[in-house]
């Protein structure tokens, strides 16, 4: 089945001809994705260099939940501190160690 437009084809066995003649399965492929994948997610998640790739997602969903609460106590942090009034009373000269 040839693409529109493309100079890839595809045979029967479900592999993919690029224009260069090389053959690759799209399983491979995707494979290749997913591996570079889940190390990225190694390189990025706590504790995830030495977790198996099972666990590693599930790490990873934990570790977004943390980040999440993380970024709303800062925002409600952030909140008050906007809500105060300006200091002009030398005090803020003084926190600065002027």
């Known amino acids: 089945m040839e693409r529109r437009g493309?100079?890839?084809?595809l045979s029967a066995a479900g592999a993919e001809r690029s224009g260069g003649g090389?053959?690759?399965t799209r399983r491979s492929a995707s494979g290749v994705?997913?591996?570079r994948k889940?190390?990225?997610l190694r390189r990025l998640v706590p504790g995830g260099e030495d977790a198996p790739a099972r666990s590693l997602?599930?790490?990873t969903a934990d570790y977004?939940?943390?980040l999440r609460a993380r970024v709303e106590l800062l925002r409600?942090?952030?909140a008050l501190y906007d809500d105060l009034p300006p200091r002009?009373?030398?005090a803020a000269a003084a926190d600065a160690g002027v």
Not at 6 to 9: V, Y
């Open 22 to 24: 090389r053959l690759r």
């Open 6 to 9: 493309s100079k890839r084809s």
């Open 76 to 78: 409600a942090i952030s």
């Open 64 to 66: 977004i939940v943390r």
């Open 38 to 40: 889940v190390r990225e």
């Open 33 to 35: 994705a997913l591996r």
């Open 88 to 90: 002009h009373d030398g």
């Open 57 to 59: 997602l599930v790490r």
